[in-house]
């Protein structure tokens, strides 16, 4: 893939992503509920080349022929992927669909498996935006989360992709337990001063099935409370505000222009391929979106590709209202909010003027001239319920 292209500018248009995921991290980070697997045997990434570029074909023939907006390849940790092994999918990805020169093409990576030498292999393959997953800035929390770097690695792997990549964007976890508004803030200047134009700033979540989650049910992990959070929240919109990156989604900041491509096609609700293990699809067949899932074990969806073509393990065209609750989830979380004739055109309905209605009233959405809608201020803080109403 071409490497010196500029970046195509946002068309506001949603877009066709194509998602790849590289299922294995060196070690399970105790918060984290996402597809990701520890192999003590290296793995065999000739043999998992083979099977993304197989399922790449499978999906390719469900997708029909798409200019592709963005490339994504998340994880796991795909910084552990050999740089043949990018350059084969990247290549691929070309092989089966339209990719213009200067799409965006981000790839993850963990401050503990960052090497120079890698580094430069991805972007001669072809990415050019980093996201990494720095997750704190003091050594103290780095351990609570049990991650295998230090701020000192953190703030390397930082260095050496502001040096390589054209983007970069790192993510932090907050509303750690006891976390004042006072260290958040101190924290979150720091961070600033690392980024060149994009942020990830998730709240700690505890998701079912972790570590953390027995923790907490057992009372030994106590995170911030409703009103502690939201504290939390407020003094991150202020201060990315201020800073000249704002918030373009509930968790995403960036500066005007440095958006990711890719995380707006999901928001948008756009169409998207998903490879490798684990991996989720949306694709449009006239007016319905076929959703495909794959097999989440490695190992099992290594077997089914081979043997099938693809790992699909769930695939289902989507109904008006799935589609139309998909869409709110979705677009309610951006600042830019929703467009009223696609809600339209995937709802087959009109929103319940009522609902709409009592939402106005109280200030939790607004109109943005006549086709678009979006989440207040006081409306993001209760997204979910905001989202609820609307879609019942
Ligand atoms: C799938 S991870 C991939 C990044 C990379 N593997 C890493 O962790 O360095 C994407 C991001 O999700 C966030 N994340 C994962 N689990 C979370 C949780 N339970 N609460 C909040 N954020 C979470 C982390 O910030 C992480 O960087
Ligand atoms: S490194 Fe990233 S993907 Fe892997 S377990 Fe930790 S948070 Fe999850």
């Not at 399970?28 to 083979?50: G, I, L």
């Not at 799409?103 to 072809?126: C, H, K, Q």
């Not at 609902?355 to 200030?363: A, K, M, Q, V």
Request: glycine share 8%; proline share 5%; net charge negative.
């Amino acid at each position: 893939m071409t490497r010196d292209a500029k970046l195509l500018p946002d068309t506001g248009e949603p877009g066709f992503g194509v998602y790849v995921h590289w299922p294995f991290c060196a070690a399970k980070c105790p918060y984290c509920d996402f597809n990701s697997h520890v192999r003590h045997q290296p793995v065999d990434q000739e043999r998992f080349t083979a099977a993304f570029l197989k399922e790449m074909a499978s999906m390719r023939a469900l997708s029909g022929p798409k200019t592709v907006t963005s490339v994504f390849l998340g994880g796991g940790t795909p910084s552990l992927m050999k740089p043949e092994t990018v350059s084969a999918i990247l290549d691929g990805i070309a092989r089966h669909w339209h990719v213009p020169d200067g799409i965006e093409i981000t790839m993850e990576a963990n401050p503990s498996s960052v090497e120079a030498e890698r580094f430069r292999g991805y972007r001669a393959a072809g990415v050019n935006r980093v996201s990494m997953g720095v997750q704190a800035l003091n050594d103290r929390d780095l351990k609570f989360l049990g991650r295998l770097h230090n701020v000192d690695d953190a703030l390397k792997a930082i260095r050496l992709a502001r040096e390589i990549f054209p983007r970069m964007s790192f993510d932090l976890i907050y509303a750690r337990p006891n976390q004042t508004v006072e260290e958040w803030e101190r924290e979150l200047r720091q961070a600033i001063s690392y980024a060149v134009d994009h942020l990830s700033l998730y709240q700690l979540t505890i998701e079912e099935g972790t570590p953390f989650y027995g923790l907490h049910k057992a009372g030994k992990l106590i995170v911030p409370d409703g009103d502690q959070s939201a504290l939390l929240y407020e003094a991150t919109q202020e201060i990315t505000e201020r800073e000249g990156m704002p918030a373009y989604e509930v968790s995403n900041h960036a500066r005007p222009g440095a958006e990711s491509r890719h995380n707006l096609t999901y928001w948008r609700y756009g169409d998207y391929a998903g490879i490798g293990p684990g991996a989720h699809g949306r694709l449009t067949h006239g007016p319905k979106k076929l959703a495909t899932a794959t097999e989440r074990k490695p190992e099992t969806w290594l077997e089914l590709v081979e043997s099938d073509g693809h790992g699909i393990a769930d695939q289902e065209m989507l109904g008006y209202d799935e589609q139309a609750d998909e869409l709110l989830l979705m677009g309610l979380r951006l600042k830019e909010g929703i467009d009223l004739v696609r809600w339209r055109q995937f709802s087959g309905r009109d929103l319940d003027p009522e609902r709409e209605g009592f939402l106005l009233e109280h200030g939790f959405i607004e109109r943005l001239g006549n086709s678009r809608l979006r989440c207040t201020p006081a409306g993001m803080l209760i997204l979910d319920s905001v989202v609820a109403d609307l879609a019942r």
